[in-house]
């Protein structure tokens, strides 16, 4: 792991001096752009970064599916549905409690859902990129619906939380972040050895005490918490989860706890340069983080697609 160590060192380091960049033309308003608005915005990128990315990687592991992350088992748009339903039904709730539960509950409901369609009738666990396909378009589907009922007002706020932003995020929303991002990681980790016998197959993992379907559940229990809770902040954000992990393994091949805590690492340094990219990237204008995300990951997945078509 020592490149990816030493290069995700090199991107915090920059990272580190980001939020005095571009500080020129506003010298007597820079204290209050770096330390009120910036420095919240790069710990946040940081945090859902570590989320998104300990959470694509252990995804791939649990469905041995490359192509298995928050986004493409439905998880993600689980959890924008159930908090846009908060924020369109009930905008006095717009509270990131009220929006993290309401976001908690569509990515449980979607990621079990997956799972349960996936694996059912005998069904291989491969199954579940499709499965993730479908239920996800029928949650776009139900969010769209959710967009034309409301008035003009919650729909435009809708439409824009919906794009993925990390511009309003204050010091509040990091010190309610902290904890739960923490958590999955550690969480996450913990459980890798458990999750190394899983791929050797459930009958090898019965023989040392691990019950599949329990690890299953449980790691989708706690991705999805750690999914709703970034998704309540800063709106879906895709590809982090994909694009990061495989970086990390072509980089730095070896043991699955190692992999999963540098993903995480590596994703949230990745998140806070996408960001940075996105403040800067058209002058005068600033881009919501989920399209530079996106502007990255679909190219990444299509090639992915391709190398994986014989």
């Given amino acids: 792991m020592t490149r990816v160590a030493l290069l995700t060192l090199g991107t915090f380091l ?7 960049i571009g500080l020129t033309d506003h010298p007597d308003a820079a204290p209050f752009i770096v330390w009120q608005l910036r420095v919240p915005r790069l710990l946040m990128a940081l945090l859902v970064g570590l989320v998104l990315g300990t959470t694509g990687a252990v995804f791939q592991a ?3 599916n490359p192509l298995a992350t928050p986004s493409t088992t439905g998880t993600t748009a689980g959890a924008t549905l159930g908090a846009l339903a908060v924020l369109v039904l009930a905008p006095g709730l717009a509270h990131p409690l009220a929006l993290a539960g309401g976001a908690f509950s569509g990515a449980i ?13 005998g069904r291989s666990i491969h199954d ?3 499965a993730g396909v479908a239920l996800t378009l029928g949650a776009g589907a139900l969010t769209m619906g959710l967009q034309a009922t409301a008035d003009m007002s919650a ?34 980790i913990r459980r890798s050895r458990a999750l190394d016998a899983l791929l050797l197959g459930e009958a090898q993992a019965h023989g040392v005490g691990v019950d599949p379907v329990k690890l299953r559940t449980e790691l989708l229990w706690v991705g999805s918490l750690g999914v709703a809770c970034a998704v309540a902040i800063t709106g879906p954000i895709a590809f982090v989860g994909l694009v990061v992990p495989h970086l990390v393994r072509r980089l730095a091949p070896g043991r699955r706890k190692g992999f999963i805590a540098w993903s995480g690492l590596s994703a949230g340094a990745f998140l806070a340069l996408a960001d940075l990219l996105a403040r800067h990237v058209l002058p005068g204008r600033e881009l919501p983080v989920g399209v530079m995300t996106a502007a990255i990951g679909a190219p990444f997945l299509v090639a992915l697609v391709l190398r994986k078509t014989p």
Avoid: C, E, K, N
Wanted: charged residues 5%; aromatic residues 14%; glycine residues 4%.
């Fill in 155 to 188: 729909t435009f706020r809708a439409v824009q939380w919906s794009l993925g932003s990390l511009s309003t995020v204050g010091y509040r929303d990091v010190l309610w972040f902290t904890l739960p991002a923490l958590l999955v990681w550690l969480l996450m």
């Fill in 109 to 121: 409901v979607l990621s079990l859902g997956v799972t349960a369609l996936a694996m059912a009738h």
């Fill in 128 to 130: 579940i990129l499709l």
């Fill in 62 to 64: 649990l469905f041995r």
């Fill in 14 to 20: 920059l990272l580190a001096a980001s939020p005095w």
